[in-house]
């Protein structure tokens, strides 16, 4: 009855099916190799976030340092910096939802005492009907000497995809927190890399912008990835053999011959596909 397993193309098909199940088995390890060391990683980086702000000095020890080459181990340091806020040069971040909202970020430069700016994403805006473009009614920065704490952020960078902003003119509105190009439309010197705020002093008017919560990767989805690769290994190693069980039970259905004589067409010899066939009035064969 399973004797056709023996035979070279099915024979084949063992091997692709194992080198299948022991492939989907391998990626599923691998996700979850990856899904231990994200989950780490954001253990780490919540912790760094989480801990008592220092001196920006303290980071970033060379103030010209370019914005590629700030190191990534200093993002998500909580650091504390001083100043005053430039409202003058403030932009915003295009594209950027909260909560399913559309809307964007507030960028504004703290200037600080030696004259450098430190670019602070003071928090989130909703939609705004002048096409969010700054002042922000409502959303308008402390005057005076203001103390911010917040997570460093480097620059960032287009990736593949994505909107391009012109690379000259003064824009107010950026498509992404990108350093060199702010920089390049004031008239000072800015840090290489940004804060996300998480408080200020003094604080906020009216709580807008809203502050913008740190949201590090989560790992959940390696986890799913891991237990999608081992359901599909259980799928093929378990389904495989039902359906050769069900091409033998067919093969063996095909290689009985009917005992009942209805089954064959009556008592005659022939068979069933060929009854009733003669020929007809011009002597060729009809049904």
């Given at each position: 009855?399973?004797?056709?397993?023996?035979r070279?193309?099915?024979?084949?098909?063992h091997?692709?099916i194992?080198?299948?199940?022991?492939?989907?088995?391998?990626?599923g390890f691998w996700?979850?190799s990856?899904?231990?060391e994200?989950?780490y990683k954001s253990?780490?980086?919540?912790?760094i976030a989480r801990?008592?702000?220092?001196s920006?000095?303290?980071?970033i020890?060379d103030s010209?340092?370019?914005?590629?080459?700030?190191?990534?181990?200093a993002r998500?340091r909580?650091?504390?910096?001083?100043?005053k806020?430039?409202s003058?040069?403030?932009?915003?971040?295009?594209?950027r939802?909260?909560?399913?909202a559309?809307?964007?970020?507030?960028l504004?430069?703290l200037?600080q005492?030696?004259?450098?700016?430190?670019p602070?994403?003071?928090?989130?805006i909703?939609?705004?009907?002048?096409?969010e473009?700054p002042?922000f009614?409502?959303?308008?920065a402390?005057?005076?000497?203001?103390?911010v704490?917040?997570n460093?952020?480097l620059?960032?960078?287009?990736?593949?995809?994505?909107?391009?902003?012109?690379?000259?003119?003064?824009?107010?509105?950026?498509?992404?927190v990108?350093?060199?190009?702010?920089e390049?439309?004031?008239?000072?010197?800015?840090?290489?890399?940004w804060?996300?705020l998480?408080?200020?002093n003094p604080?906020?008017?009216?709580?807008s912008?809203a502050?913008?919560e740190?949201?590090?990767?989560d790992?959940s989805?390696n986890?799913s990835?891991?237990?999608?690769?081992?359901?599909?290994?259980?799928?093929?190693?378990?389904?495989?053999?039902?359906?050769?069980r069900?091409?033998?039970r067919?093969k063996?259905?095909?290689?009985?011959t009917?005992?009942?004589?209805?089954?064959?067409?009556?008592?005659?010899?022939?068979?069933?596909?060929?009854?009733?066939?003669?020929?007809n009035?011009?002597?060729e064969?009809s049904?």
């Open positions: 009855m399973y004797g056709f397993l023996r070279p193309l099915w024979l084949l098909s091997v692709l194992a080198a299948l199940v022991v492939l989907l088995i391998a990626l996700q979850r990856r899904y231990f994200e989950r253990q780490q980086l919540q912790t801990a008592a702000p220092v920006l000095n303290e980071v020890s010209g340092t370019a914005p590629s080459k700030v190191p990534e181990k998500y909580r650091v504390k910096v001083a100043g806020y430039d003058a040069h403030e932009v915003s971040i295009l594209n939802s909260r909560g399913g559309p809307g964007a970020w507030v504004t430069p200037v005492a030696d004259g450098t700016a430190v602070v994403v003071r928090g989130w909703p939609l705004q009907t002048n096409g473009k002042p009614p409502g959303s308008e402390p005057t005076g000497n203001v103390t704490t917040g460093l952020q620059t960032q960078q287009r990736g593949s995809f994505g909107s391009t902003d012109p690379k000259s003119g003064t824009l107010t509105a950026l498509s992404r990108d350093l060199d190009r702010f390049a439309q004031l008239p000072y010197k800015i840090e290489p890399a804060v996300l998480d408080g200020q604080e906020q008017a009216d709580g912008p502050v913008i740190l949201q590090t990767k790992p989805q986890f990835y891991m237990m999608q690769w081992w359901i599909f290994a259980l799928i093929a190693l378990c389904g495989y053999p039902l359906v050769l069900m091409v033998a067919n063996a259905k095909g290689d009985q009917p005992a009942d004589p209805s089954l064959r067409g009556g008592d005659s010899d022939e068979i069933p596909w060929a009854a009733g066939l003669g020929p009035a011009e002597g064969l049904p």
